[in-house]
């Protein structure tokens, strides 16, 4: 049995304890439901998929893993490893204000949308554990939407749904009752599983081509370094990225910088950056070059040719670091910035690191060859604080659901 099974089946195991601590042990002979979404790890793709580009996600072999059947009460009762049992009624689905950012608004935010498909809610039990690191920028909140999702599926009757339709309907509940404005790269690589290849071109419609592959069978390591930062500032400098790239592309009448012409940026530059500054010019190049990086690693991937991989990957993270500019936000605090340095003195050369996800603080993604995986992550992890630098490999599956 691979690694990534065996982590399924413990997260199962520690579910079933939790199912049957808070709901009673099951009657012999019942069957209950099992349900695993995986986390994800942005493989390429660093704020390029708001401006209609392309992006390459990974699920990994960390997730949320849950056991569920009805229960013939009133309510939804959800038992999460680690924090007190909640129950959801289900007799009105709209969004409540006071369960913003709460486990419960996904919960009514995945039956609403499961009911304006034809489905009739119904209540139900289902206890989850997660191997997902909370606040590492794993998309734990998408794959809670994804299991929810494949939970739903499978007891209330109606049609089944392929992955990106669950990654909207998981957007969907993110996004309105949750209360958190993302896009669909997390949810639709959660849902995809293994390597996907995401066109944004049309956000309520993309384009998506997945991979099965594994680093480590071409001699690498996927490591994530926790930078030791939290995000709770930066809400400003996020929202500054998307709306400069954006204005750029306003000036051209359009909405989005895949909509504009680049020999019509390049004959206005000038005026772009008289008006709009040169941070925006900067974030501009930098959405047209890592869109293009995208393609060429995802091409690399397919070829494959890890080698031509890791420099493309390089390429991008030097891109995020100079013209994106969401590695540090100029201040004499650089936790990511720092977390770069180090890895790179100790990979010297070999490999490949870059920024992950929104950028600023919060992880940074590594490809460390085999032999010096133990010596990088003692390294960082003395660096950075115990547990700091974790080894991931990509999950072949995406969410789903399936009766014992």
């Known amino acids: 049995m691979n690694e990534t099974c065996v982590g399924r089946q413990n997260g199962i195991e520690r579910a079933r304890q939790l199912f049957c601590q808070e709901f ?8 209950l439901l099992r349900v695993h979404a995986p986390g994800r790890s942005e493989i390429a793709g660093n704020h390029t998929d708001h401006e209609g580009g392309h992006v390459i996600a990974g699920a990994l072999n960390v997730a949320v893993d849950a056991l569920a059947r009805p229960n013939g009460l009133d309510v939804v009762r959800l038992a999460s490893d680690g924090y007190p049992t909640i129950e959801v009624s289900l007799e009105s689905l709209d969004s409540q204000d006071a369960e913003k950012n709460t486990t419960a608004s996904l919960v009514r935010g995945m039956a609403f949308r499961m009911a304006q498909d034809g489905r009739i809610p119904a209540s139900f039990d289902l206890a989850m554990t997660s191997t997902i690191p909370v606040g590492g920028g794993l998309s734990s909140s998408a794959a809670v939407e994804a299991a929810l999702g494949r939970a739903m599926e499978a007891l209330w009757e109606g049609r089944s749904y392929d992955a990106l339709e669950m990654a909207r309907m998981s957007q969907f509940a993110e996004n309105v009752y949750f209360g958190k404005p993302c896009g669909l790269m997390d949810q639709a690589s959660v849902c995809l599983g293994g390597l996907a290849f995401i066109d944004f071109a049309v956000p309520e419609d993309p384009v998506a081509r997945r991979l099965e592959f594994d680093f480590e069978d071409h001699g690498y390591a996927l490591c994530l370094v926790d930078v030791g930062s939290s995000h709770a500032d930066l809400t400003d400098a996020y929202a500054a990225m998307p709306q400069e790239m954006q204005a750029v592309a306003a000036v051209f009448g359009k909405k989005r910088l895949c909509e504009v012409d680049q020999d019509d940026f390049d004959a206005h530059v000038p005026e772009l950056r008289r008006d709009l500054g040169d941070r925006a010019v900067l974030r501009a190049i930098h959405y047209w070059r890592e869109n293009e990086l995208v ?7 397919n070829a494959p040719d890890i080698d031509a991989f890791l420099a493309c990957t390089r390429t991008s993270g030097a891109s995020s670091a100079m013209f994106l500019q969401n590695v540090s936000c100029g201040v004499e605090s650089q936790p990511a910035m720092v ?15 870059r920024i992950h996800g929104g950028g600023f603080g919060g992880t940074i993604q590594c490809f460390v060859p085999l032999d010096l995986v133990e010596e990088f992550s003692d390294r960082m992890d003395a660096w950075l604080g115990a547990g700091s630098c974790r080894r991931y490999r990509i999950s072949d599956r995406g969410a789903y659901a399936e009766w014992e």
Do not use: M, Y
């Open 24 to 31: 009673g042990e099951p009657p012999a002979g019942e069957r």
């Open 295 to 301: 393609d060429k690693r995802w091409a690399a991937l």
């Open 339 to 353: 977390a770069l340095g180090l890895a790179e003195r100790v990979l010297d050369g070999r490999g490949a690191t």
